[in-house]
């Protein structure tokens, strides 16, 4: 028996200033400022056919940060996004080119991959105890291995045409319909977490796993879940970039996806220790980072100094949530 | 020689206050030893002298001079070495290495393992030559541990030596050995601050004691000769406060609905034999390190069931886990540490109480709307007045006293028809207690069936309609309550001292 | 169990060398390339980087932290290397020991970062993995430097029978390494730190510097792995690094290392890259799809992770 320990109440005292709703407006307003900065320079930004790729291209990054942010909401993370998601590729490739099924099937079944990799990747968690870090890097291996000796790399080239038509298509000349579908995915994420009894087990068995249990939360089923749901959303990423390309190639996602699926999701609020999600600001956050790749290609600054923003930018935006966190939790307490 | 004063501090945390004006004088070449019940404010009181806390007021003078810890090391520089509650050990470092953390020896800059190990053997020897010093700390068992973290604390050579319940896990052997060598460290000068519940060894081994009680002083530094036993216990419980007895109680308790048959566990419990009965109240009581909370927990399907069985309602059952607990048999736990696994701190109220009853609020679709969450959680919130600026304050944000009724509430959502109750109010002021007892009093009366796990005498005598009383992990009797402090717990004592004789005592 | 076996047991690699020996005996078995000269030194090659890329990760597991960054860093003090010899001109003895200081340089901003913000590492060094690949891209827009100093491309290739001169320096780091964590006080302290930070901070230990030393020393080893590599392909490639993260965390964890910090083991990491270098180069004997190596490799990271727990329950220590 050990007496309460009243102090770790001050660290649970604030949700991160990216989190509320003044903050997303706040990355709104970033967003816009770059928008605002890059079509001063380069008025070519604004083109309906750059804005059409934006779209596209902004549709895959806020599907990709959905994956890992349902994941990231257990207080895990998912390191095999990228795998899982070139899975789907290939998988789908085969199944409409080799197999010649027809398109809603051959879609079907590679989110169907999707969900049982992700399946895989929630027991192994959940049964062994180890933690989602080392399982899923170990996975991503595993899933990447198995696609490459099964494939042997080779793209399909072939598929029907309606897939690259799908991804051509231009609704009011500038919007892709991929983008819509990815705000549809992000409606029904809100939904899940703010209106289902599932989405607030999800968040408590993040937030406290502990407690959670304690309080008949079945812990272990709802991570599975969150897992399987990753798992469908790298997929649905994946078949996205299919879309795009016309093709099934097998040099999509992997390690690629890797610091994307981050970005969204820290940048717009969604804490890595989980028990919150902030599924608007995962789609800002995607929006912010897509807005300033596109950018610098139009401003033809070189696609190699983008890494260096990125990364800085991550970097920024943790440092100032830090701190105000860390100023209001001086302000309650005093000096320690 | 050194003195050490505590002059009038404070500290608070959000919620609670943690010590008021809290005051205590150590002298040279004493054992003191200081008291107090759980919430007292004691680890709190050593946190500060030990420099992981800094007080809101007052201060603390060395030799006269007021000084300022900004961390443990600067305490530990001034001369004061601790013992804590928790283990502090590095689990793969060898049992010398960790003695000797602070100051690893080295020869031609390499680390001196030779010398590590004769330094930290000398020590060691002082309360138990079995422990190799080669071995790594993690292969030993608890009670070692401790005896590891002893000898570290001496190690330091410390002028002023703070121990948290050092005896809490340690045998009688090696505690008659840590006090002949406390009663040398005291004939050398050395003051000794010793946190201790168990009154036998207080008497025992103290010169003077300072009592605290709900974060304040209810003794200073009296004089070990001139205190009895009866005067020392109704410092730490504060007769004038007495708690409430419950009012009328259930008349008809005939209904058994959970019932213990020799059961045994895989964490040592054996032969446990207990009934529950309908509206009933029913005390655990028992000391630290009893088995109580680990018999709830294998209850629930925490720990696996070794032998005999469990019948609820009549029916033999095997528990998986809460979540079966729960939805299938209505069983609810209140864990004696809210805070890691009675709640969600970073959720709000709403959610925390409605956590048990997401699953029923869905509709046909199965969604939740925002209102169906508030109408269903604030009745409770009402009806044990919860005070909270509204249902969305983050439940971390609330007093200890509000945040353990959140934890009741959501039980009270889901109907549960058992409740386990563990240290319902540890850490809580006086008014709120007698709130959550009435509260447990009025559910029970609604047909609530209650195990109430307690170690506070005042609180088990007060509410419970009966008293098992576990040592060791066993049952060693069982004592009829008549409400009277007094009888009661001399009856309650009387069951776990005779239990050297390894005969569980008969029904009172 | 029997008290040979437990003490068996807790030896963490012991696992490792029995897969070892079973491997190297299969191989020989199945090809008789496997045990010549060439075959050995060529194997031995690929482990020198190898084994210094575990060595850079398993410095900050021991801490306790990641460094998702190992390749980035390693890839940018690649170029830089390469740079200072070809455009600058820098003699080499000049150029190594500024590499390394480069890819300390870039640890101390990982370590500095992660302790003054108390951000997780992870999120840190994922976000300098990307500015340091992104410098790198941005310096040599993803060309090579081709013309490395003959004599280091020399050193990259000469042998002494089966012994490529590249395996001095692992051989080399992974003394001295062993050396600091088992016996120098600041490697202890590191251990300490990483085994139970609330006691090694009541014993004195300060946290913060121990966790940039942790991240100094990676930065450091990857930068060494990142010169070995420019010797062994002759030319300093933008690319170096970029498939080592997988590795940085297989090898050590393979060797038995604790995930949460407090415990790693030289020699484990060590016969960890041997077995996995032993697995490339059957692969490639037994003319096996090389893809094979990728799932295999994830594989075996669970098949140890599995196995620790397994032996930790065993023996009464998890």
């Given at each position: 028996m050990t007496e309460a320990?009243?102090?770790?109440?001050?660290?649970?005292?604030?949700?991160?200033?990216?989190?509320?709703?003044?903050?997303?407006?706040?990355?709104l307003a970033i967003v816009a400022a770059f928008w605002f900065v890059f079509s001063s320079l380069a008025p070519g930004f604004l083109s309906s056919f750059n804005l059409f790729a934006l779209g596209r291209s902004l549709a895959?990054?806020?599907?990709?940060?959905?994956?890992?942010?349902?994941?990231?909401?257990?207080?895990?993370?998912?390191?095999?996004?990228?795998?899982?998601?070139?899975?789907?590729?290939?998988?789908?490739?085969?199944?409409?080119?080799?197999?010649?099924?027809?398109?809603?099937?051959?879609?079907?079944?590679?989110?169907?991959?999707?969900?049982?990799?992700?399946?895989?990747?929630?027991?192994?968690?959940?049964?062994?105890?180890?933690?989602?870090?080392?399982?899923?890097?170990?996975?991503?291996?595993?899933?990447?291995?198995?696609?490459?000796?099964?494939?042997?790399?080779?793209?399909?080239?072939?598929?029907?045409?309606?897939?690259?038509?799908?991804?051509?298509?231009?609704?009011?000349?500038?919007?892709?319909?991929?983008?819509?579908?990815?705000?549809?995915?992000?409606?029904?994420?809100?939904?899940?977490?703010?209106?289902?009894?599932?989405?607030?087990?999800?968040?408590?068995?993040?937030?406290?796993?502990?407690?959670?249990?304690?309080s008949g939360v079945p812990v272990g089923r709802v991570i599975v879940i969150s897992h399987v749901l990753s798992g469908v959303l790298a997929a649905a990423a994946g078949l996205m970039v299919i879309a795009r390309l016309g093709a099934a190639m097998p040099a999509t996602g992997g390690e690629e996806w890797l610091l994307p699926s981050f970005l969204g999701p820290v940048l717009g609020g969604t804490l890595l220790s989980g028990g919150s999600v902030a599924v608007i600001g995962t789609m800002l956050g995607a929006a912010l980072v897509t807005t300033i790749r596109s950018g610098l290609l139009v401003l033809q600054i070189g696609n190699f100094w983008l890494q260096l923003f990125l990364g800085l930018i991550l970097l920024f935006a943790v440092l100032v949530d830090r701190y105000r966190s860390v100023y209001a939790e001086r302000r309650s307490v005093g000096p320690r | 020689m050194t003195t050490l004063t505590i002059e009038s501090v404070s500290k608070a945390f959000p919620g609670v206050q943690a010590l008021d004006g809290v005051s205590l004088d150590l002298r040279p070449g004493e054992i003191h030893a200081l008291m107090g019940e759980n919430g007292a404010g004691k680890s709190t009181l050593i946190k500060i002298i030990t420099g992981l806390y800094r007080p809101d007021g007052g201060r603390v003078l060395l030799d006269g001079k007021p000084v300022e810890f900004g961390s443990p090391r600067d305490a530990l520089a001034a001369g004061i070495s601790a013992v804590h509650q928790e283990r502090n050990l590095i689990p793969r470092f060898s049992v010398g290495e960790n003695i000797l953390l602070e100051r690893l020896p080295t020869r031609s800059g390499l680390v001196d393992y030779d010398t590590i190990n004769t330094e930290a053997r000398r020590y060691l020897d002082l309360l138990d030559r079995g422990i190799d010093t080669r071995v790594e700390v993690r292969t030993l068992s608890v009670a070692q541990m401790q005896i590891v973290e002893i000898a570290k604390a001496l190690s330091l050579e410390a002028k002023i030596l703070l121990m948290d319940e050092p005896t809490a896990s340690i045998t009688e052997h090696e505690t008659a050995a840590l006090f002949a060598l406390l009663k040398r460290l005291r004939a050398d000068g050395v003051a000794i601050v010793f946190v201790s519940h168990k009154l036998e060894e207080v008497f025992a081994i103290a010169d003077r004691v300072t009592v605290l009680r709900d974060g304040k002083n209810a003794a200073i530094g009296e004089p070990m000769a001139d205190m009895t036993r009866d005067r020392l216990v109704s410092l730490m419980i504060g007769r004038e406060e007495r708690i409430a007895v419950l009012g009328e109680r259930s008349a008809d308790l005939s209904t058994t609905v959970l019932e213990a048959r020799n059961l045994s566990t895989s964490v040592?419990?054996?032969?446990?034999?207990?009934?529950?009965?309908?509206?009933?109240?029913?005390?655990?009581?028992?000391?630290?390190?009893?088995?109580?909370?680990?018999?709830?927990?294998?209850?629930?399907?925490?720990?696996?069931?070794?032998?005999?069985?469990?019948?609820?309602?009549?029916?033999?059952?095997?528990?998986?886990?809460?979540?079966?607990?729960?939805?299938?048999?209505?069983?609810?736990?209140?864990?004696?540490?809210?805070?890691?696994?009675?709640?969600?701190?970073?959720?709000?109220?709403?959610?925390?109480?409605?956590?048990?009853?997401?699953?029923?609020?869905?509709?046909?679709?199965?969604?939740?709307?925002?209102?169906?969450?508030t109408r269903a959680v604030q009745p409770f919130v009402r009806r044990l007045e919860i005070r909270t600026p509204s249902l969305g304050q983050l439940v971390g944000n609330l007093s200890g006293g509000n945040q353990q009724k959140v934890s009741i509430a959501k039980w009270l959502a889901a109907n549960a028809e058992i409740l386990i109750v563990d240290e319902p109010t540890v850490g809580i002021d006086i008014k709120t207690k007698t709130d959550i007892h009435e509260l447990l009093g009025e559910i029970s009366r609604a047909g609530v069936s209650i195990l109430l796990i307690s170690s506070d005498m005042p609180e088990m005598v007060a509410v419970a309609d009966r008293i098992l009383v576990m040592h060791g992990f066993r049952i060693v009797g069982e004592v009829a309550n008549d409400h009277h402090y007094e009888t009661a717990s001399k009856a309650i004592m009387a069951r776990i001292h005779a239990v050297g004789d390894a005969k569980p005592a008969a029904v009172e | 169990m029997s008290g040979l076996l437990r003490r068996l047991l807790l030896v963490e690699w012991s696992g490792l060398a029995a897969a070892i020996v079973i491997g190297a005996v299969v191989l020989a078995f199945l090809s008789p390339n496997f045990l010549t000269e060439f075959n050995i030194y060529v194997m031995l090659r690929s482990f020198c980087v190898s084994l210094l890329v575990g060595f850079a990760q398993m410095v900050t597991l021991g801490v306790g932290q990641m460094n998702i960054s190992v390749g980035a860093l390693g890839g940018l003090v690649a170029i830089s290397f390469g740079g200072m010899m070809e455009v600058l001109g820098l003699p080499i003895i000049v150029a190594v020991p500024l590499a390394l200081a480069i890819?300390?340089?870039?640890?101390?901003?990982?370590?500095?970062?992660?302790?003054?913000?108390?951000?997780?590492?992870?999120?840190?060094?994922?976000?300098?993995?990307?500015?340091?690949?992104?410098?790198?891209?941005?310096?040599?827009?993803?060309?090579?430097?081709?013309?490395?100093?003959?004599?280091?491309?020399?050193?990259?290739?000469?042998?002494?029978?089966a012994f490529p001169y590249l395996l001095i320096a692992p051989v080399i780091v992974a003394a001295l390494l062993g050396l600091f964590f088992a016996r120098t006080v600041p490697g202890r302290q590191l251990l300490a730190v990483g085994g139970n930070p609330q006691a090694a901070d009541l014993s004195g230990i300060s946290r913060g510097r121990v966790i940039v030393l942790a991240h100094v020393l990676s930065g450091g080893l990857a930068a060494v792995a990142a010169v070995l590599a420019v010797a062994q392909l002759g030319s300093a490639q933008p690319t170096i690094g970029a498939d080592w993260l997988l590795l940085s965390f297989a090898a050590p964890i393979i060797g038995g290392a604790a995930l949460t910090g407090g415990y790693i083991s030289v020699l484990g990491t060590t016969f960890a890259v041997i077995l996995i270098a032993l697995i490339e180069n059957g692969m490639v004997l037994a003319k096996v799809d090389p893809y094979w190596v990728q799932f295999l490799l994830g594989a075996l990271i669970l098949a140890a992770v599995w196995l620790n727990r397994w032996r930790a329950v065993r023996t009464g220590t998890g």
């Open positions: 320990s009243p102090e770790t109440l001050v660290i649970r005292r604030r949700r991160p200033m990216l989190g509320g709703a003044s903050a997303q407006v706040g990355l895959v990054d806020i599907v990709i940060g959905f994956s890992q942010m349902v994941v990231l909401a257990t207080g895990g993370m998912n390191l095999a996004v990228g795998s899982i998601g070139v899975c789907a590729v290939m998988m789908s490739g085969f199944l409409l080119q080799d197999l010649g099924l027809p398109i809603p099937l051959g879609l079907a079944g590679a989110l169907a991959l999707g969900g049982v990799l992700g399946w895989m990747n929630g027991i192994a968690i959940v049964k062994t105890g180890v933690n989602a870090f080392i399982i899923t890097l170990a996975s991503a291996s595993l899933f990447l291995g198995a696609m490459l000796i099964l494939t042997k790399a080779v793209p399909y080239n072939a598929l029907p045409p309606e897939v690259g038509a799908f991804g051509r298509l231009r609704l009011f000349g500038v919007v892709s319909p991929l983008l819509v579908i990815a705000v549809a995915i992000g409606a029904v994420l809100v939904v899940l977490y703010r209106f289902t009894s599932l989405g607030r087990q999800i968040l408590a068995a993040g937030a406290n796993p502990r407690a959670a249990a304690m | 040592g419990h054996r032969d446990v034999d207990f009934a529950l009965h309908r509206g009933e109240i029913v005390g655990l009581y028992g000391l630290v390190g009893a088995g109580r909370s680990e018999l709830a927990k294998a209850l629930l399907g925490g720990a696996a069931v070794t032998g005999g069985e469990l019948r609820l309602a009549g029916k033999p059952v095997h528990i998986r886990d809460m979540h079966e607990a729960l939805s299938k048999y209505r069983i609810g736990y209140i864990s004696e540490d809210r805070k890691a696994e009675g709640l969600i701190l970073m959720h709000s109220v709403r959610k925390n109480i409605a956590v048990t009853i997401w699953q029923k609020l869905a509709n046909a679709l199965g969604l939740i709307g925002t209102g169906a969450e | 890819g300390a340089l870039g640890g101390l901003i990982n370590g500095l970062l992660t302790e003054r913000t108390g951000i997780n590492g992870f999120i840190i060094t994922l976000a300098t993995a990307s500015a340091f690949t992104g410098i790198n891209l941005g310096i040599t827009e993803s060309i090579p430097f081709y013309n490395m100093p003959p004599a280091l491309v020399a050193f990259g290739e000469q042998r002494f029978l």
